[in-house]
């Protein structure tokens, strides 16, 4: 079945330790991207790769790292979470560049203390 | 920069009432439209999409068409159903922000009622 896998789906820690949450897409897909969700605010983007080894900002960088080591898995790291990253995270993924349709995983919830 | 801006809600009706939720755009060039639906507790999965002027996207009963003149892509139901309660977004692709991810509204809750 082709889909988008995070992990974990739900995780608590508190300020300050290192935290990562894994993304991984079985459709080869080169374009991978994270978003964060808010009440009121919808989704926004984190960060993106356009291919291994390719990573960019988005709207929302600020406290976050990820790289691209490999083409099916794109990590989002937290070097030092802070209680204003308690969100959803969604990671997606798909064909190239350009409007094409974004496969989701189901979605991280991170609670930060 | 782009941006979207539809109905927040929540949005409350009855089984079998009409559906309508507005979705406006801003965006250079020519972008893609999208709306997605997210059911609680799972990830976003797309509903429908129309790639230029005037497309009409539709599944599962749901319609909307791509209005380049009023900048709009608004989505419609005739019929809605207890199943369809979920959060609905609008989206843009295609303007070249973030290398073609999406740029979404915040989302309208509908909840629909016996």
């Known amino acids: 079945e082709a889909q988008v896998t995070q992990n974990p789906r739900y995780l608590i820690t508190v300020t300050g330790k290192k935290l990562t949450v894994t993304c991984s897409q079985n459709m080869n897909h080169e374009y991978m991207s994270w978003y964060r969700q808010d009440p009121g605010l919808g989704l926004r983007q984190i960060y993106y790769?356009?291919?291994?080894?390719v990573t960019d900002k988005g709207d929302v960088p600020e406290g976050y790292k990820v790289s691209r080591k490999e083409k099916r898995n794109f990590p989002l790291i937290l070097e030092s979470p802070s209680p204003n990253q308690t969100s959803l995270y969604f990671c997606?993924?798909?064909w190239g560049s350009g409007a094409n349709v974004l496969t989701f995983g189901a979605g991280s919830r991170l609670t930060v203390l | 920069g782009n941006s979207v801006t539809q109905m927040e809600g929540p949005v409350t009706l009855s089984e079998e009432a009409f559906l309508t939720i507005n979705c406006t755009y801003t965006a250079t060039g020519y972008p893609s439209l999208f709306w997605y639906v997210q059911y609680p507790g799972e990830g976003l999965q797309l509903l429908l999409k129309?790639?230029?002027?005037?497309d009409k996207g539709s599944n599962k009963g749901f319609e909307a068409t791509y209005r380049k003149e009023t900048t709009s892509f608004h989505l419609e139901k005739g019929s809605v159903q207890v199943s369809d309660s979920a959060v609905y977004f609008c989206a843009l692709s295609g303007s070249g922000g973030g290398a073609d991810g999406l740029t979404f509204g915040k989302g309208t809750h509908l909840i629909i009622q016996p």
């Open positions: 790769s356009m291919n291994v080894e």
């Open positions: 129309a790639t230029k002027a005037d």
């Open positions: 997606a993924s798909k």
